[in-house]
């Protein structure tokens, strides 16, 4: 992906959302929604090279795929949370937007409180069979 394509989108983007949102009505905000929906559908070609990575590194053994499994969810949740989050602050919504962040921590615990889980009772085998 070209980062010259990207501020492109983006300014010219916010240029006319600001043009729209000054006029009156909800076509800025709409124009915003659009402008961040395009950028991510352009970041979807580079996600491919890091699933690719991702893939690598449970084939080869590094980690346990349920571990990459696990880090890829709470990314994407974090992300998706970030983006909700602005679209709500961009519409005024800042209400909204702290309960879609609250909402994105909860999910993000969910998913990673089964691998904590599984980590210390490792820990309390191993310091089991260290004790005499």
Do not use: H, W
């Amino acid at each position: 992906m070209d980062m010259v394509r990207v501020l492109a989108v983006g300014v010219l983007g916010t240029m006319l959302a600001l043009t729209l949102g000054k006029l009156g009505g909800a076509q800025g905000l709409l124009v915003s929604i659009a402008t961040g929906c395009v950028l991510l559908v352009m970041l979807l070609g580079q996600a491919e090279g890091l699933l690719a990575f991702a893939r690598s590194l449970m084939g080869e053994g590094t980690l346990s795929s349920a571990y990459v499994r696990r880090i890829l969810q709470v990314l994407g949740i974090s992300y998706l949370t970030e983006a909700g989050s602005r679209i709500c602050r961009d519409g005024g919504q800042g209400n909204i937007a702290l309960k879609v962040e609250l909402c994105g921590r909860v999910l993000m615990l969910g998913v990673i409180v089964p691998a904590v889980s599984n980590l210390l009772a490792s820990a309390t085998e191993l310091l089991g069979l260290l004790a005499p």
